[in-house]
């Protein structure tokens, strides 16, 4: 727990913020205190993913799953703001250290602990299986052990058990060492699946080590398809009887959640009421966090609290945000290059120039015009230009609008990524990849994937499309592959050892990013060019020469494309929406202030503030769209910005109706956002408006 830094929030939804808990890679956690004096745990969507479909569509998954599940064993949800601005989740905070953190730092738990924490975890599972759900992802980070019996937290993958599959870049979603045969393989899962990873968190538990072991990602996972675990270290026979049992390979061959519970008989005292069910140095370290926190319940107006340094979190989704039971607020401890910024400029609309020097009172921009509308179909939709259309692309349909009507030309049910002049659809859950033409819709070749392999996170330049292989796949090494843009024939395969989580391809080179590292690639010949050090590495950009990513706590990257070496590095950046000029990158930073750095140095060119959210300063409040000479830059104030993107000035505005929070789309000297109507609006710039018109 540390202290609220400059630009945290002072309220998120009806909580009072008052200490900060931790950040990872997709949020920041907060102390926060309701009306009542009771003590919350505030999970809010790190800015640059506020505004993306996928990310806030996982958030709403976890809410809807967290409040589906009544258990005491699990931690309750109290309040959300799934729809807000800025999405947030309150649940109860609950004081104590991750089963992950204890046996790290006091070692294994004792038989005793260990038939406690089966009972309770075993309970926590029933409950979440009676509410329809699998939680996907149980495991030592998250589980809390607490003064109230253990408790299982994060929600954040967990779905309905008749659901299908959840993959991402063909791979499954999951923790590499605690998840189930059936899960490795990408298989539809069930209730059985949490039962695997629960044996695998009790021997952990038991005996300190993974029983599944270390090492790379593929050869975890080939341990776990073949169940070659390591129980030597559990000496107790109800215990090795128990977790044998839990790991059996076939799904229909293990207990469930409630014949585990029932196997395990009446509770032995101590009762999961206080801490007597802990081992005395873990009993310690939650009384000790559980008196931190008396003070955040009702602070003293003598003096400002200052918070302990290892107050866990509770609740909150660990594998979203990896920093459940830690505590400790992760922090780049890289250097070199500008990483402080530039000086705060631009001001407001009515006053300063781009170099934030006054000038006085001015007239307000002029207005664009409205053009036509239609109706969105799905809300989470997003927007995108190719071949001259403009292009609405769901989760599992895309269809393609005439720029100058808004008229339906084409339509597809699969999911799209788009490149240049060209779409690509996945269809039959991502079996087969169909390139079509934009303009059009008409078909310029398919391909049919093996098993293991994408098309989730695709990247095309103008030589190839490249795709994610999945450790599930035939040799079960996680990779990548290429076709040939042009006819979709199979140019090449590389193997990696972990990933990608995320690609990007731009002339001859194509450039992967995993949990641990960037990989940049020959596009011709699929030969790694060269590895950088990274954590969870993100939103690529390939410029002419440069690389451009953003890591798991929101530092920008600046890398040599020819070797990887380090150009500069900056912090508190945004990057999901980032645009590269010729030789300026568009980002927003701090306290949604969008930046214009210079590509080669990092140096801020400009800078501007249009709109923040309310209580939320360090939330995303712009997303981004070069198009020509113009930034475009739809806000959460619901106005769409045309700035020059030269200076930052503020060229036209439109604001007739709100705007929703996403990346707008621009072709034929038009740009199209969608309104928080649930629409897709046409603009015109206030100088060439013309065409048809449609207010409604």
């Not at 989760?395 to 030309?409: N, R, T």
């Not at 002339?507 to 990274?534: F, K």
Request: glycine letters at 14%; one cysteine or more; hydrophobic letters at 40%.
């Amino acid at each position: 727990m540390d202290p609220l830094q400059p630009g945290d929030p002072d309220r998120i939804g009806p909580y009072r913020v008052v200490a900060r808990l931790g950040a990872g890679g997709m949020g920041a956690v907060y102390l926060g205190r309701a009306r009542s004096g009771r003590a919350v745990a505030v999970k809010v969507v790190h800015s640059r993913f506020a505004g993306q479909a996928k990310y806030r569509a996982r958030f709403r998954r976890e809410v809807d799953a967290a409040r589906r599940v009544v258990g005491a064993f699990t931690a309750p949800v109290l309040d959300a703001g799934a729809d807000a601005p800025t999405p947030w989740l309150a649940t109860a905070y609950l004081p104590g250290p991750s089963l992950r953190e204890a046996v790290a730092e006091f070692g294994p738990l004792p038989p005793d602990a260990v038939r406690a924490l089966a009972g309770g975890l075993a309970e926590a599972l029933a409950a979440i299986h009676r509410g329809g759900l699998v939680h996907r992802d149980l495991k030592p980070a998250n589980v809390l052990l607490t003064a109230g019996g253990p408790r299982v937290i994060d929600f954040g993958i967990a779905r309905p058990d008749d659901a299908d599959p959840l993959t991402r870049a063909g791979r499954p979603i999951g923790s590499p060492g605690f998840m189930s045969p059936e899960q490795v393989r990408g298989r539809e899962i069930g209730p059985a699946s949490d039962v695997f990873t629960l044996g695998a968190t009790l021997a952990y538990a038991a005996s300190g080590v993974e029983p599944f072991g270390t090492g790379p990602v593929h050869t975890r996972h080939l341990r776990v398809v073949n169940v070659q675990a390591d129980l030597a270290a559990i000496a107790e026979p109800w215990l090795r009887d128990l977790v044998t049992a839990c790991l059996r390979a076939e799904a229909s061959a293990r207990p469930s959640a409630a014949e585990v519970l029932d196997g395990l008989g009446a509770p032995d005292d101590p009762p999961l009421l206080g801490v007597g069910w802990l081992p005395a140095p873990v009993a310690a370290e939650v009384e000790r966090r559980t008196a931190e926190v008396v003070p955040a319940a009702a602070p003293s107006p003598a003096g400002p609290w200052r918070p302990g340094r290892r107050t866990a979190l509770a609740g909150i989704g660990a594998g979203l945000l990896a920093v459940a039971g830690a505590g400790v607020l992760l922090r780049d401890g890289t250097s070199g290059g500008p990483l402080s910024g530039g000086p705060l400029s631009g001001g407001p609309l009515s006053g300063g120039d781009a170099s934030g020097g006054a000038r006085g009172p001015s007239k307000p921009p002029p207005k664009g015009v409205p053009l036509w509308r239609r109706p969105l179909g799905d809300k989470e939709s997003d927007l995108e230009t190719a071949g001259g259309v403009v292009l609405v692309s769901a989760e599992k349909s895309v269809q393609a609008l005439s720029p100058d009507s808004g008229k339906v030309l084409w339509k597809r049910d699969a999911s799209a990524t788009v490149s240049g002049d060209d779409v690509y659809l996945a269809e039959n859950k991502g079996k087969r990849l169909r390139a079509v033409r934009a303009s059009t819709g008409g078909t310029r070749w398919s391909h049919d994937f093996a098993f293991g392999e994408g098309p989730s996170d695709l990247a095309a330049s103008d030589r190839v499309v490249c795709f994610g292989i999945s450790p599930t796949g035939p040799d079960r090494r996680s990779g990548i592959g290429a076709l040939n843009r042009e006819d979709g024939r199979r140019l090449w395969t590389s193997r990696l050892g972990d990933g990608p989580d995320a690609l990007a391809a731009q002339g001859d080179l194509v450039v992967a990013a995993s949990s641990e590292r960037l990989t940049a690639l020959d596009a011709g010949t699929g030969r790694a060019r060269w590895n950088r050090p990274m954590d969870h590495g993100d939103y690529l950009i390939i410029g002419r020469d440069m690389v451009f990513a953003c890591d798991r706590v929101g530092t920008l990257h600046a890398l040599r494309a020819a070797d990887g070496g380090v150009l500069w590095r900056r912090r508190d950046i945004g990057a999901w929406s980032g645009r590269l000029g010729d030789r300026l990158l568009y980002v927003e930073g701090a306290d949604a202030e969008i930046l214009a750095l210079e590509a080669a140095t990092g140096r801020t060119a400009w800078s501007r503030r249009l709109a923040q959210v309310p209580n939320a300063p360090r939330s995303q409040a712009t997303a981004l769209r070069l198009s020509g000479g113009i930034l475009y830059a739809a806000c959460t104030d619901g106005t769409l910005y045309a700035l020059d993107a030269a200076d930052g000035r503020v060229r036209w505005t439109y604001a007739a109706e709100a705007i929703r929070l996403g990346i707008p789309a621009s072709v034929a000297g038009r740009v199209f956002v969608a309104t928080a109507g649930g629409h897709v609006r046409a603009v015109a710039p206030p100088e060439t408006a013309g065409g048809s018109r449609g207010g409604s």
